[in-house]
């Protein structure tokens, strides 16, 4: 059936187009799409804040401390005033509204910046669209200096000691909540893969950070 | 061939990239990355004049603290020092740095504990007590316990409330730690006829030391706080993004391997089509 040559012809030639086609889709498809995420650190870069610094706590005298009102961090051009968090009723850490992702919060079921203990604040690494307050924090390092205002006008500087990443399943609620003997800050943002399944990041990155003194 | 060769290779760089997004983050507890403990001194012997207390690391003679005229009854605040081994010696206030110690213990700090190096007892049977401080709380809880320094009177009686924190405690002697509801309370510290009346706050999450100290007219308490923490801690992790920076991942793959199976379907029956129609021609 010679009628038939050029239709099978084309079936072979049409069908190799499309499994090329279906291979360069395939492999294109397979990279992910680098993050958003400005990765030069110190650009921005804020001058520290003035204003008087106080002495660190003396465990003889808790003296109460005022309550913290802005978050400085001049490396990565943080500067944010401080909400004021809670939980949720299921429990867990409230985190700024959306609309607010613009902000950090202190969470008020820890002790005030610069009393001693762990002080709590969190904040957004993003938003829908782009990078929130604290989109930034994964560049910190050792020695890096946070600065806490309080109500008072008084200043509290802190020094990052440490900064980790932990998957949230296996969070350690003890290490970032629970009682140290001196005054130390952790700043709490996502970080890790993000599920899209679910809509969240896999991991939380806590910086640690303690009162210089 | 190349096909199934070449897809199988593709689903294994799936299965693998898969494997990769699933390894855990490595995290460490804080305090083992940073490898820190910490440490305070405290002079609570009523009848020993101040001292001069100097902190050594093991291995070096240069002191890296140093307190001038620690008097009775003072608590340093907590130092962060590096895991290890450290040495305490005291002094009489003013002698050389270089002069032989009075007193002097060696120390090991771990990582995450905190440490009080105390000198406790008369002066005639002075020491030098390491005590653990327990730097953990129950959820919604506090924790205290009574440092016994008072000389004056050699057995007390200490109560919060109506809780009793140490029944016949005697002189240079340490309670237990005992976990209490948080709250504003009377401490009470009675012994023979002398009895002492003070008021605490104890927050959820703090750990606090109530040490008896001879007072100028009797018993004096003080209430240190050792430490403080979230005294009801968040579950969990925290949910602090909303992916817009997120790395786009990649999309699913079934589409494309659809079209390569179709593709390769459709080639193979044009293929066939071809063979049988040429096998057909060199027939006739």
Known sequence: ?213 | MNIWKASRKLLMLLAMSALMLGIPATAFASSATTGTGWIRLAHLSPNTPAVDVYLYSFDNSTAMIVLHHVAYGTVSPYESVQAGDYSVAMRAAGASATSQPVLSTSVTVAAGHAYTVAGMGPESGLRLAVLDDDLTTPSGQALVRVIQASLKQQVVNVKLGSTSLASSLKFASVSAYQAVTPGTESVSVSAGGTDANSSVTLAAGTVHTLVVLDGANGLEIVNLEDASGSGQPPLGGVGTGFGGTAPHGPGSAVPWLVAIGAGGLLALTGGLRLRRNRQLHAGV
Not at chain 1, 83 to 92: F, I, M, P, Y
Not at chain 1, 178 to 207: F, K, Q
Request: aromatic residues 6%; positive net charge.
């Open chain 1, 1 to 213: 059936m010679p009628t038939r040559r050029p239709a099978a012809a084309l079936a072979l030639a049409a069908g190799l187009l499309v499994i090329a086609g279906g291979a360069t889709g395939l492999l294109l498809t397979r990279h992910s799409t680098p993050a958003m995420r400005p990765l030069a650190a110190g650009v921005g870069a804020l001058p520290a804040p003035t204003a008087p610094i106080v002495a660190p706590p003396q465990s003889t005298s808790p003296k109460p401390v005022a309550a913290p009102v802005s978050l400085t961090i001049p490396l990565i051009g943080v500067q944010t005033k401080l909400l004021t968090l809670g939980l949720t009723s299921t429990g867990t850490l409230q985190v700024p509204l959306l609309s607010q992702a613009g902000v950090a919060g202190w969470y008020k079921g820890s002790p005030r910046p610069g009393s001693i203990g762990s002080a709590i604040i969190v904040g957004h690494v993003d938003t829908t669209s782009g990078p929130a307050v604290f989109d930034r924090l994964d560049q910190l390092t050792r020695g890096n200096k946070i600065y806490v205002k309080r109500a008072d006008g008084t200043l509290v500087e802190f020094r990052v000691t440490s900064v980790q990443t932990y998957l949230k399943d296996h969070f350690p609620t003890e290490d970032v909540y629970g009682p140290v003997p001196d005054p130390e800050l952790r700043l709490i943002t996502c970080g890790g893969a993000w599920d899209y399944a679910t809509h969240h990041y896999l991991s939380n990155t806590v910086v640690y950070a303690t009162e210089v003194s």
